[in-house]
């Protein structure tokens, strides 16, 4: 997924080298990586751009697509979708700076990624979240997410594991 999308207020456009400042700073907010499974507090900007120089393989193979949220030509988030194999159905997750919280961004450009992977002809989706954040609980639950379990998994940014809720969508073309 090499093109930018658009919503209508954001740009999503594939992340590079020059938004490792940026991400980096946003996810040393506690308030961000608390809620995070794959990042770790004290994030380095080494750390985000390593991340970032494996994007394009990953979006090459089919196997991630990754997208900085910027809102008035700043970066205000990050969403993407991933899978552990070419069969297995994309998760889709993100993350927003509490300073653009509680406008609807995150439910607006999760529809047009979700979108823009139906269009290629996915079929399934999956997501979650903590249980302790019921705001991203409501974000899926817009998304057509229903609640598919309940696991532990992992939190980097908490050190611990944490209970979470699995949710699955099927495509609206399915």
């Not at 608390?34 to 507090?41: E, F, I, S, T, Y």
């Not at 297995?88 to 993100?94: D, E, L, N």
């Amino acid at each position: 997924m090499s093109e930018e999308l658009q919503t209508e207020r954001l740009l999503l456009r594939p992340i590079g080298p020059l938004d490792a400042g940026p991400i980096t700073e946003l996810v040393q907010d506690p308030r961000v990586y608390r809620m995070l499974a794959r990042v770790a507090p004290n994030q380095s900007k080494a750390q985000t751009l390593a991340w970032i120089s494996g994007q394009d393989a990953a979006a090459n193979a089919d196997m991630e697509h990754v997208r900085a949220m910027v809102l008035e030509g700043k970066l205000v988030g990050v969403i993407g979708a991933d899978r552990k194999s070419e069969r297995a159905p994309f998760t889709i997750g993100y993350w927003l700076a509490p300073m653009a919280w509680g406008k609807g961004l995150t439910t607006e450009a999760a529809k047009t990624l979700l979108s823009w992977l139906e269009r290629r002809g996915e079929t399934a989706f999956l997501s979650g979240h903590f249980v302790d954040n019921p705001a991203s609980g409501r974000v899926l639950q817009k998304l057509g997410f229903m609640r598919a379990g309940r696991s532990k998994l992992f939190s980097l940014g908490r050190g611990e594991t944490v209970e979470h809720f699995d949710m699955a969508r099927l495509a609206r073309n399915a």
